[in-house]
């Protein structure tokens, strides 16, 4: 997570995830999207007040995040290290083991997109500033928005948009991207904006949010591939915990959520054999405990402090004890 001179990012649930990351055993905090290091910074003083030491592994796709990362880290304490790698929260398995960490004691993603990358018209996420139509998330990236929306042919395009922002004008849509774009490409947000708000039926922009605001999440997730990276790294890391390790997520839209449901429900549970059984042959124990079950909200009073935070949900695990 970021911030801009402008409009700094704030961390969200900042209280709650640096308790249950500092209540952690003593060993290596990784932090799988670094950002500008807001949870970091917080977490690792916290747990250097408690073990008199801190060690940190932070990664971020994006190196102007990592720069901001790095500044911020500087203000901490000696006895707190740091190792900041660039790449995707998806590489972080194969970053440990390059840094020689087996075990972790503390994870944290947050999934959520920075501030800065919305805030910055020329990174192409926002569909109300006029921009280029990128929205890539670091360098890595394969492609771009406007690849996807002038390349992708009618009937992939409107499934990027039916599974990824869960819109249920995608076909409506799709159909008037691609008319629109056989006359000229699509290159800047503000007119892909305009052509999807036009796209839905007037009825339908009466309510809800900005008339694009799906578009653009399918978009940037098709762009940035990150639900394959999330449903491929969960289990990774759940399994690089070290006993009574936890791990957090913070997860900001619906199929995120379910992802990591799904990831830490999969983990919680013990024998898989069928109904019936009378002796388990399966051996399956469980891997962690639910310390957070039903996804935390933030509250009204940081929502009033930051909008951006009100859609975040937070869950978290604990890995069972040796």
């Known amino acids: ?7 700094p990012h704030v961390p969200v649930l900042l209280d709650r995830v640096v308790a249950l990351l500092a209540d952690a055993p003593d060993g290596i905090y990784l932090d799988g999207t670094l950002g500008a290091a807001g949870h970091a910074t917080a977490v690792l003083a916290a747990r250097d007040d408690r073990y008199g030491s801190a060690h940190l592994v932070g990664i971020d796709r994006d190196p102007t995040a990592l720069a901001l990362a790095a500044d911020r880290l500087a203000e901490l304490p000696d006895t707190v290290g740091r190792d900041l790698v660039e790449a995707r929260f998806d590489a972080a398995p ?5 840094l020689g960490v087996d075990r972790v004691a503390a994870v944290l993603l947050d999934l959520g997109i920075s501030s800065m990358h ?35 042919d009618l ?3 409107a499934l990027v948009l039916r599974r990824f922002g869960e819109e249920k004008f995608a076909d409506r849509i799709a159909r008037a991207i691609v008319d629109r774009r056989e006359a000229r ?81 999969d983990a919680a549970n013990g024998c898989i054999c069928p109904p019936g059984f009378p002796v388990c042959a399966c051996g399956r124990v469980p891997l962690v405990e639910h ?31 040796a």
């Open 155 to 157: 009937r992939d395009l």
């Open 94 to 98: 194969a970053v440990l083991d390059d």
């Open 1 to 7: 997570m970021m911030a801009t001179a402008s409009r």
């Open 118 to 152: 919305v805030d910055r018209a020329e990174r192409g996420f926002s569909y109300r500033q006029e921009g280029p139509l990128d929205m890539r998330m670091g360098p890595d990236a394969p492609r771009t928005a406007a690849d996807v929306v002038n390349g992708y």
């Open 291 to 321: 310390v957070v079950r039903r996804p935390e909200r933030p509250d009204e009073l940081e929502i009033a402090d930051n909008p951006r935070a009100s859609a975040a949900r937070l869950r978290a695990v604990r890995r069972a004890a």
């Open 185 to 265: 490409p699509f290159e800047v947000t503000t007119d892909l904006a305009e052509v999807v708000r036009d796209a839905i039926p007037h009825a339908a922009r009466r309510t809800g949010g900005h008339p694009a605001t799906k578009t653009f999440q399918a978009l940037r997730i098709e762009v940035n591939g990150e639900l394959t990276a999330l449903e491929a790294v969960l289990p990774a890391l759940l399994d690089r915990l070290a006993p009574d390790g936890v791990m957090a997520v913070l997860a900001y839209h619906s199929l995120e959520d379910r992802i990591v449901k799904r990831a830490f429900a």
